[in-house]
Nanobody, 122 residues
């Protein structure tokens, strides 16, 4: 059983940056792929970025490609999402999720954090 806790959200002006962290406990974190999802009010949860267990492969939604970077430090049981050039459309609750193999579908993830709010003011 893996527990995930997100942190790093907040209020930022458009064009600014935030770094989200996802801290894991309770399992061998290095065997899990991790993805970030986000959900804005009235919208479905959407994929943002994913990373393989080793960190050697990463995937991004087209809407964030070139602006967001996902990374991980398995020795610290942590995954990060560096978000640059933030836009008002990035406003959402951001969640990290884990499963043994990377997939893009949120429905396939076994473990979820509680979410962290990101608000971008224009």
């Amino acid at each position: 059983q893996v527990q995930l806790v997100e942190s790093g959200g907040g209020l930022v002006q458009a064009g600014g940056s935030l770094r989200l962290s996802c801290a894991a406990s309770g399992g061998n974190f290095g065997v899990y792929a991790v993805a970030w999802f986000r959900q804005a009010p009235g919208k479905e949860r959407e994929f943002v970025a994913g990373i393989s267990p080793s960190g050697g492969s990463t995937w991004y939604a087209d809407s964030v490609k070139g602006r967001f970077t996902i990374s991980r430090e398995n020795d610290k049981n942590s995954v990060y999402l560096q978000m640059n050039s933030l836009e008002a459309e990035d406003t959402a609750v951001y969640y990290c999720a884990a499963r043994p193999r990377y997939v893009q579908s949120a429905h396939s993830y076994d473990y979820w954090g509680q979410g962290t709010q990101v608000t971008v003011s224009s």
